[in-house]
């Protein structure tokens, strides 16, 4: 049976560090990047008699995240002690969430495939992230700097089918994340962090045991453990024999995933009632304030350019991808009312100028007001579309407005018809050759003297004017 013939169903545990500055039960800087074993306390090396604090923003950032899944929110939850001995992990438990998660029964809507799909969000939960084990020269040495650093669990019932869909709704719930502020993104940074757990069956029998692949942050690695684990899978079921319960590793370099310990149960981690923290209960003005504070959020955006701005779905959530980039958009958009072009001009001009000299959008030396009325020129036939590409340069550069740049380099378009019959009468007068074989049924020549004409004008002459007395200067 070839590995197409099996159904995959995909189910994604991520780890989305909250922006707080301080950690998830104490008051330790959350900085990244500090040296090692700065940023600790006797609470973040779990040292006798330290009692951890909840931290409210903690808490607040949770809360909006589950709203914008669409979560039912509890107004009453407490943390739990997940026991479990790691060397990052000096008290031998992690202080998390697991009989009343925070928020439960949401979902993320994504945009796969030219679709619109609802995900199902299982449950997302409050907890402290461990430290961070480091192996050199044989010995294995512990930063405590994470230890305690807030995280939001968010986990996804099963239901992916392919690693190209898990991989979208990873990207697309890093986009919520960075549009509601709750979590930098930062995968390099390990602010973002992704288990993956996958299993598969043959069509009408049970589903094969669940396995875990841990601690992935890359959208392209997400896919490819998927890919390779889905192989591996098939191959081990075809054989006869069953998958394992286990915890698995991504071996980026070799492209394989390896087996890093059997996966325990929730009654292996004894989970009881953290008795140094008292349950949270939480105001519904403070729910209701927090969800006024979320802004518009990425899919409702893109439909709302689709139906706002005549913007092809696929465009539309190209734009949404970015909410700076979205909002810059629509600012140029309402200003020009041309919609079109000015989607025109921030996927091509304005998006390659931003990556080839590594800008953002408010670093650029010109508004969205300035690049509005560029459009409005073009649209007035004040300039040519060709022009409006040397303006555009010349804004990027100075930043002073387009009809300025228009008016001080004589960049007007020509549109005078005796003007333009005494380009074309001076620029073809040296091709009677060509106007001879044009005239004689090579209409294919007649690119050729628009091209001359043009470039004698310096592209200033209206191509439509152009056209059209061009036209009748050869046909005569």
């Not at 609470?43 to 808490?59: E, H, Q």
């Not at 392919?162 to 990873?170: D, F, H, I, N, W």
């Not at 909002?327 to 140029?332: A, D, R």
């Not at 001076?426 to 001879?436: A, E, G, R, V």
Request: charged share 30%; with cysteine; glycine share 4%.
């Amino acid at each position: 049976m070839a590995v197409q013939d099996w159904q995959v169903v995909i189910g994604l545990e991520i780890h989305a560090q909250l922006s707080s500055k301080t950690k998830m039960f104490s008051s330790d800087s959350t900085e990244f990047g500090q040296e090692v074993n700065k940023n600790t306390s006797p609470t973040s090396l779990g040292l006798p008699g330290a009692l951890p604090t909840i931290n409210k923003k903690a808490v607040e950032l949770g809360v909006k995240m589950g709203l914008a899944l669409n979560c039912d929110i509890r107004k009453n939850f407490s943390f739990s002690r997940k026991n479990y001995f790691y060397p990052d992990l000096p008290k031998a438990y992690q202080i998390s969430q697991h009989q009343d998660p925070v928020c439960e029964k949401g979902y993320l809507e994504i945009f796969f495939n030219g679709e619109f799909k609802k995900i199902a969000i299982e449950r997302a939960h409050l907890e402290e992230d461990a430290g961070k084990s480091l192996h050199k020269e044989g010995a294995t040495l512990v930063d405590f700097n994470r230890s305690g650093v807030p995280l939001l669990e968010i986990v996804s019932e099963a239901v992916l089918t392919s690693p190209k869909e898990a991989a979208e709704y990873s990207r697309q719930m890093r986009q919520l994340l960075l549009y509601t502020q709750v979590c930098d993104g930062n995968l390099q940074e390990g602010s973002m962090r992704c288990d993956c757990n996958i299993s598969l069956c043959k069509p009408g029998e049970p589903w094969g045991t669940k396995v875990e692949i841990k601690n992935i942050n890359s959208f392209k690695f997400i896919e490819k453990a998927l890919d390779y684990e889905i192989k591996r899978q098939a191959k081990v079921l075809e054989s006869g024999e069953k998958t394992v319960q286990e915890t698995r590793l991504y071996d980026v370099k070799n492209n394989v995933t390896v087996s890093m310990r059997a996966k325990e149960d929730a009654h292996d981690y004894r989970y009881f009632p953290d008795p140094d923290l008292l349950s949270v209960c939480l105001e519904e003005t403070d729910i209701q304030s927090w969800k006024k504070d979320l802004p518009e959020l990425p899919i409702p955006k893109m439909q709302r350019f689709i139906k706002d701005y005549q913007l092809k779905p696929e465009d539309a959530f190209a734009i949404a991808q970015n909410q700076n980039f979205a909002n810059f958009f629509e600012k140029v958009a309402t200003q020009s009312k041309n919609f079109k072009s000015s989607y025109n001009w921030m996927v091509g001009d304005v998006l390659k100028y931003m990556n080839e000299e590594k800008k953002e959008l408010k670093n650029l030396n010109f508004s969205s007001s300035q690049l509005a009325q560029l459009i409005s020129l073009i649209d007035q036939e004040v300039i040519s579309g060709k022009i409006a590409k040397l303006v555009f340069a010349d804004m990027m550069k100075t930043g002073k407005d387009p009809e300025a740049i228009v008016e001080e380099k004589s960049l007007k378009q020509i549109t005078d018809e005796k003007a333009i019959l005494h380009f074309i009468e001076d620029s073809l007068k040296n091709f009677d050759k060509q106007l001879q074989e044009y005239r004689s049924g090579q209409t294919k020549l007649f690119g050729f003297f628009v091209g001359t004409t043009m470039k004698a004008s310096e592209g200033k002459i209206n191509p439509a004017l152009l056209n059209k007395l061009l036209k009748q200067y050869l046909d005569k």
